[in-house]
Nanobody, 126 residues
Framework: QVQLVESGGRLAQAGGSLRLSCAASERSFSNYAMGWFRQAPGKEREFVAHINWSGTSTAYADSVKGRFIISRDNAKITVYLQMNSLKPEDTAVYYC???????????????????WGQGTQVTVSS
C-alpha cells in the first residue's frame, strides 16, 4: 500500500525554524506532484505549498510566501518543507499530499490530491 510519512513536527518558538519531511514508500512518487497542507483546530485544511514532479515549479500560500520553502529529492523520494520565521498562527497539523496528475490551476485544492500522509504536529509558541 502506498504511504506518505511526515516527520519533523515539534514545538518551536516564534521566529525559529523547522524542516518537515515527507517520505514516500514507492519510487513512482518521484513522478508525482506533491503538496503540503495544514489544519488548525476548528479550521478547514488549507494549502501551504506545492511542487511539481521535477521540482522546477513551486507555489505558496500568501501566508507563508517568503518564509517557507518546498523542495524535493527524487532520489530519496522525499519532499521537504523548510519553515522559517515561524509564527504562532503557523500552529497546525501539517499534511503531505501527492498525486500523479495535479492541474496547476487547482494545485491549491485538497481535492486534487489522492494520497495523504497521517500528519505531523507543529506548535509555535509566542
Amino acid at each position: 500500500q502506498v504511504q506518505l510519512v511526515e516527520s519533523g513536527g515539534r514545538l518551536a518558538q516564534a521566529g525559529g525554524s523547522l524542516r518537515l519531511s515527507c517520505a514516500a514508500s514507492e519510487r513512482s512518487f518521484s513522478n508525482y506532484a506533491m503538496g503540503w497542507f495544514r489544519q488548525a483546530p476548528g479550521k478547514e485544511r488549507e494549502f501551504v505549498a506545492h511542487i511539481n514532479w521535477s521540482g522546477t515549479s513551486t507555489a505558496y500560500a500568501d501566508s507563508v510566501k517568503g518564509r517557507f520553502i518546498i523542495s524535493r529529492d527524487n532520489a530519496k523520494i522525499t519532499v521537504y518543507l523548510q519553515m522559517n520565521s515561524l509564527k504562532p498562527e503557523d500552529t497546525a497539523v501539517y499534511y503531505c499530499a501527492a498525486d500523479s496528475f495535479v492541474r496547476t490551476f487547482r494545485a491549491r485544492e485538497v481535492s486534487e490530491y489522492g494520497y495523504w500522509g497521517q500528519g505531523t504536529q507543529v506548535t509555535v509558541s509566542s
